[in-house]
């Protein structure tokens, strides 16, 4: 609350005392158990449930193949991923038994990853929200949708954060039991991280295998998506807009 304050206060607003955002309603996509403690029970907050979207499209034929092993999603999204990180991920996660579906996002050059093991199934787009409901870990950078929509499909998450809000989302799931966060070697916090830092290709896959072979982060998660599904819907949540005034 100080912290919001004084950004109010530099642009000439002054918030009422114990108010959050003037004192309006807010329409708060995130569980209560991944939200900031101190929030979750204002009286502004007006929980709604995430709904994940992406644009129809065709699904990775090993997606949709019978399953032999697991299948594991990685993204770096579509902003802050690096040819690097993405890199280092890759070759982390093609040392495990499992199918890797990579959708490397719009500004990676995938022409420059030559020589993929078998088992990686590299992408420029999938549709992700589909997707997420039929794997079995999620690697990625944190983002908003990614982290919910994972989170939502009752999916473990391995995090690689690079910037913005993925060091918070890392952190809340993580604190869950339902995922992992990790830096790369020598950062311990992320502010200090560059984009040029990169996570180890060994510390990748050991934290993936240890995720997808950790009953407690599975049940985690479950966890999580069935407290998403409790909140209230879209439509539940628009018919009541006039309440909220």
Known sequence: MELLAGVAGEFGVTLPAGE????????????????????????????LRPTP????????AIALAERK?????????????????LRAAIDGLSTLDVEVVVAAGPNIPVAEFG??????????????????????LAVHHGGGGTTLGATAAGVPQLFVPV??????????VSAAGAGKRLLPEGVTRGAELRR??????????????GLLTDPDARQAAKALAEEIAAMPSPADVAAGLHDFC
Do not use: C, K
Not at 125 to 132: G, N, S, Y
């Open 69 to 85: 092993r697991p299948l594991v999603y990685l993204t770096l999204g579509t902003v802050v991923g690096t040819a690097p990180g």
């Open 20 to 47: 959050y955002l003037l004192g309006d309603p807010y329409l708060d996509i995130y569980p209560s158990s991944l939200q900031e403690a101190s929030f979750v029970g204002r009286p502004e907050r007006r929980p």
């Open 115 to 136: 020589g993929l093991a078998p088992n990686i199934h590299l992408e420029r787009w999938v549709p992700q929200a589909e997707l997420l409901t039929m794997v079995d």
């Open 196 to 209: 040029t830092d990169v996570v180890s290709a060994a510390s990748i896959g050991e934290a993936a295998a």
């Open 163 to 172: 910037a913005g809000d993925g060091f918070l989302n890392a952190g809340a």
């Open 53 to 60: 979207y992406s644009e129809p499209g065709e699904l990775p």
